[in-house]
């Protein structure tokens, strides 16, 4: 709970005077029955004291009295309602934005080692349930402290015995409570897991949903999420089981108690220690006393879950976040990209997926890696793009090594483009901005222009503000890539990335889109990196470097590999034929 402590202090003015309404609305609430005491002491009883107009007089008095706490709570009532919406608003508004902004601030490694979604429902869940502990504490918790004081305060001067007995209930149902609520706190941990995995498989199904009904699969999808669900069904079953049991035994507890105090009032009564007034008094606060307790059950529940979702929400801030440089090296005009004996191996592997992998490159100049799939080209993507760190040797950008830089000043430099484009909906307008939201139209349509897109503008009939995909135009796998390239160098990068860009495309477009990338990499105005299995996208290459478990075996000109008779010659002969 210390983390939700440490958001509420930034909110103390609005919580102070949200606690504070709550104060006026609970005293003022329990101000009616004092007046109706004295309606009943002063008047009801002794009405033959009174002439008719001095009874009707001091009744209609009071009764004013009565009306005008009642109006002054429910004005209470209502800024109080205000004022606690505004801060668990705001704390959760808080809560979920820091929360973002820590996760996109993770290594990428983080990211492949969980679920998609999983840390999403992590969120949504810490939010609304700090949400609601808030709005229970001040609601409900404080405003029954307040009641407390005020009756205690008041039965004091009735009676000394029956502040006590008021008393001794509470920390009696408080331990009852506490002790009983510590199943619950187990077997929410255990809801809390499922439900965050299902919200991962979930996605991933809804993500893959392509996939899942092309092969006929979206009954085996249904029945392995309805698995996990089952599982959720029988642990909120339980749940409902200890809180029912709570709930009841409370309840009974509480009643038990008021039956008591209600005995001994009236035995003062008898006594004649108490007025009639007085009796009734205490009789409608053993309601706003323990009325409220009875609902403890409830809070305790929100409680737990509260604590729950913080204690998840912690480990994910406790993530450490990609390492930044103390003192950073500014990198401006990035001029020279130099890899020196860099190797790379991920957790879960037993291998380096790349091992002393060494090139250097500049401004102009356009190298290729290439090689049979496991060779670790994806793996050196990464490196490149600053998505991994080298666990050995350095990348050198002008000459200063990447410990010593800023990641996000090395991304703004880059323009990617990757083999599954990544569209989103909205217009080709949107599209475009998603890099640069200060571009103006003309720079939108010189990219789309040195990208080849001109038969997706001739079809889109509202220029830059066409939809894309459903509900506007329609576009093909080259367009796609054609868009995304347009993308990359809308930013005007330094370093320009070329990912499988033409691998999951027919031949006819893999040779137009190619031609694209040959006329981009021709002005020579960046460093541009090709990764590529087919050999026939990387031939104008000023270098052509081959991968092979992770090394670098071959290096040079397309013509001079060939030549060379080894595993790019291999691989060329594999995908043109002999005689080519």
């Not at 089952?230 to 749940?239: A, F, G, R, V, Y």
């Not at 793009?385 to 040797?393: D, I, Q």
């Not at 349509?445 to 220029?463: F, I, N, P, T, W």
């Amino acid at each position: 709970m210390a983390t939700l402590y440490r958001y509420l202090r930034d909110y103390w003015p609005q919580v102070l005077l949200a606690l504070l309404l709550a104060a006026i609305n609970q005293v003022f609430s329990l101000l009616d029955p004092l007046i109706f005491r004295h309606i009943i002491d002063s008047y009801a009883t002794k009405f033959h004291q009174y002439s008719s107009s001095e009874f009707l007089k001091g009744v209609a008095g009071l009764l004013g009295a009565a009306v005008f706490v009642a109006f002054v709570s429910r004005v209470a009532k209502n800024f109080q309602d205000y004022y606690v919406n505004l801060v668990t608003q705001q704390v959760g508004a808080r809560i979920y934005a820091d929360g973002i902004r820590h996760s996109l601030e993770l290594p990428y490694e983080q990211f492949e080692d969980q679920r998609s979604g999983e840390t999403l429902g992590i969120l949504q869940k810490v939010r609304s349930d700090t949400e609601k502990l808030i709005g229970s504490f001040v609601n409900l918790l404080f405003t029954t402290l307040v009641g407390v004081v005020f009756v205690m305060i008041y039965a004091a001067q009735v009676h000394w015995s029956i502040g006590p007995a008021y008393l001794a209930t509470i920390p009696l149902l408080g331990g009852l409570s506490s002790l009983l609520s510590k199943k619950i706190k187990t077997v929410q941990q255990a809801i809390v897991k499922e439900t965050t995995a299902l919200a991962g498989s979930t996605t991933e199904s809804l993500r893959n949903i392509e996939l899942v009904k092309s092969l006929g699969l979206a009954q085996q999808e249904i029945s392995r999420l309805n698995t996990t669900t089952q599982k959720i069904l029988k642990l909120e079953l339980k749940k409902v089981k200890y809180l029912r049991s709570l709930s009841f035994i409370q309840g009974t507890f509480v009643n038990l108690l008021r039956t008591t105090v209600l005995f001994l009032m009236l035995y003062l009564i008898f006594s004649q220690k108490i007025t009639v007034g007085q009796f009734f008094t205490m009789l409608f606060y053993s309601f706003f006393i323990f009325g409220p307790l009875q609902e403890l059950g409830n809070v305790v529940n929100t409680y737990r879950e509260t604590e729950v979702s913080l204690g998840r929400f912690e480990k994910l801030l406790a993530m450490k976040p990609e390492p930044r440089p103390e003192h950073p090296v500014p990198l401006n005009q990035l001029e020279t990209l130099r890899f020196h004996d860099v190797s790379f191996q991920h957790n879960s592997a037993n291998r380096p997926a790349v091992c002393g992998i060494t090139f250097e490159v500049k401004t102009g100049e356009t190298i290729a890696f290439v090689g049979p799939s496991g060779a670790g080209k994806t793996t050196l993507v990464k490196l490149l793009v600053g998505l991994y760190r080298p666990r050995n040797g350095h990348i050198y950008y002008n000459g200063t090594p990447e410990d010593q830089i800023t990641v996000g000043d090395l991304r703004e430099r880059i323009g990617f483009v990757t083999q599954d484009t990544q569209l989103f909906s909205g217009t080709i307008r949107e599209n475009l901005l998603f890099v640069k939201p200060g571009a103006t139209d003309a720079e939108c349509l010189d990219v789309l222009r040195q990208a080849s897109v001109e038969s997706l503008l001739a079809r889109a009939d509202k220029g830059l503000d066409t939809l894309i995909g459903e509900g506007g135009v329609k576009v093909s796998g080259g367009e796609k890539q054609r868009l995304s390239i347009a993308r990359a160098l809308l930013r005007k990068p330094q370093l320009l990335v070329f990912d499988e860009a033409t691998s999951a495309l027919d031949s006819l477009t893999e040779e137009e889109i190619g031609s694209t990338i040959r006329e981009v990499a021709a002005k020579r105005n960046a460093i541009t990196i090709l990764i590529a299995h087919r050999l026939s996208t990387v031939m104008h290459a000023d270098r052509i470097f081959v991968l092979e478990r992770g090394k670098i075996v071959e290096g040079g000109r397309h013509e001079e590999l060939v030549d060379g008779k080894g595993l790019y010659y291999a691989m060329w002969r594999q995908q043109v034929g002999e005689g080519r």
